[in-house]
């Protein structure tokens, strides 16, 4: 035990003492997908990278995304869907959604795959347990990140962590979910088709649909997701949930396996490359997940890729893409937060105008100028009209 301890100290004393490669601030989502993209290049293992975390467990989430052909992280996917179903009180569609494929990877699977088998791989990676307290510049080429425990430093530091500020966003919502992971005694799925947004049973002056995730035909993750400020009380999310099992599922019978919540802020911020002290942000931090629809896995995994190609090529990774749908992201985000029932509208007149797979690649930010016209052209134009003159 002493022996240990003694380990421990030294090794430590050396990490403050020994300048490192790379450090990345945070060990969760983003993070883990950065080292993936760096260890794609031949002298990633010539590198000294140490990962900063704070807690002991993490975050228990199920990533949901939709991706062209084979992804990075296949071999993590656990359900994927080739068709998406959208529904208001009176419309609905189901459309296949071919070049995409909509997937899920648990988090239980990502993180024991890259804490148990990715990570214990490479000895250049070491995982800290330590709180980072702040960045600092120290000279022109190196950053001191500055720990509860312990000071490293390095000439390339990337940050997953969250500026205090963006919670102050002017404008901000929450996408709040509650639901169950439920068997029921029919086959009443379709295993095939996934339900992104169904706001039959939306309530009244408010922004909530149910999101549906069929694991087979007879189990499905079922939940009910709401955009606002405030977090509801459970009994809203249960209320809704029962009436719409009895509803449109025609008051299958059911049993309950497990239950599923969160929270995503949705904010409408400035976000930027940099951090104060110069540091590289990457996941949430760097705005990575869509202001208006709370997804970020993808936009993550990409900009890991760009990351890494530029750490490799030592090219500057200021980069943010392009300004234009942050400005849409705010419109909407503000239809959402003061006319919730018109913003439920708008989705429905989107959905029914334009075909999935393009309102996929819009909501991915690679449509052109030409298809984005082409998709507003189709929506009503006073609300968006109202919020860019107020
Ligand atoms: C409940 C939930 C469900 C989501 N579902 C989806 C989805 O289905 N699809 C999708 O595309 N996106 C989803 N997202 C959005 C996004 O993909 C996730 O939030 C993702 O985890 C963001 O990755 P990240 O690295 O930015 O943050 P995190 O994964 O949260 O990692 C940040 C890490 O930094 C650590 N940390 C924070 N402060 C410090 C500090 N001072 N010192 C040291 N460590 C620190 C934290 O403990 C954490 O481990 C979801 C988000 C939430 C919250």
Redesign the pocket.
């Known amino acids: 035990m002493q022996s240990m301890l003694f380990h421990y100290i030294i090794f430590h004393y050396t990490l403050i003492k020994e300048k490192v490669d790379i450090i990345i601030?945070?060990?969760?989502?983003?993070?883990m997908l950065l080292l993936f993209n760096l260890q794609r290049y031949p002298t990633f293992e010539s590198l000294k990278i140490v990962v900063?975390?704070?807690?002991l467990q993490?975050?228990q989430?199920?990533?949901?995304?939709w991706h062209k052909g084979n992804h990075p992280l296949q071999h993590l996917i656990t359900s994927s869907w080739q068709n998406i179903h959208f529904a208001t009180a009176n419309f609905n569609t189901t459309q296949a959604i071919d070049p995409y494929t909509y997937s899920s990877i648990k988090g239980e699977d990502f993180y024991h795959y890259f804490l148990n088998e990715f990570i214990p791989q490479f000895s250049n990676i070491t995982i800290i347990r330590?709180?980072?307290l702040s960045i600092e510049k120290t000279t022109t080429h190196l950053s001191k990140v500055i720990c509860k425990n312990h000071d490293y430093i390095s000439s390339t530091v990337y940050s997953?962590?969250i500026e205090k500020e963006f919670h102050e966003a002017p404008i901000f919502l929450w996408q709040h979910f509650k639901g169950w992971h439920i068997k029921t005694a029919e086959n009443i799925f379709d295993q095939n088709t996934m339900t992104i947004m169904d706001f039959s049973n939306c309530l009244p002056n408010s922004f909530d649909f149910v999101y549906i995730l069929p694991y087979s035909n007879n189990e499905a993750l079922i939940e009910v997701t709401a955009f606002s400020t405030e977090i509801w009380n459970d009994s809203v999310y249960f209320k809704q949930l029962n009436q719409y099992i009895s509803n449109k599922l025609n008051g299958a019978k059911y049993q309950i396996e497990s239950m599923e919540e969160?929270?995503?802020p949705m904010a409408y911020y400035n976000h930027t490359a940099l951090g104060k002290a110069g540091e590289i942000l990457?996941?949430?931090?760097a705005g990575?997940?869509k202001a208006s629809s709370?997804?970020?896995?993808?936009k993550?995994q990409i900009d890991a890729e760009r990351l890494a190609s530029n750490y490799f090529a030592n090219k500057s990774s200021k980069n943010l893409g392009p300004k234009r749908f942050k400005f849409y992201d705010k419109l909407l985000l503000k239809i959402i937060l003061e006319n919730p029932a018109e913003a439920v509208s708008i989705f429905g007149k989107l959905f029914k105008k334009t075909p999935i797979p393009m309102i996929l690649k819009f909501l991915y930010e690679e449509t052109t100028l030409y298809e984005e016209a082409s998709i507003f052209k189709k929506l009503p134009a006073i609300p968006f009209l109202k919020q860019i003159f107020k």
Request: hydrophobic share 30%.
């Open positions: 601030c945070g060990g969760g989502c983003s993070s900063i975390e704070k807690e993490h975050q989430k199920t990533w949901c995304f330590d709180e980072v997953s962590i969160g929270k995503i990457i996941g949430s931090a990575k997940i709370g997804y970020g896995f993808e993550m």
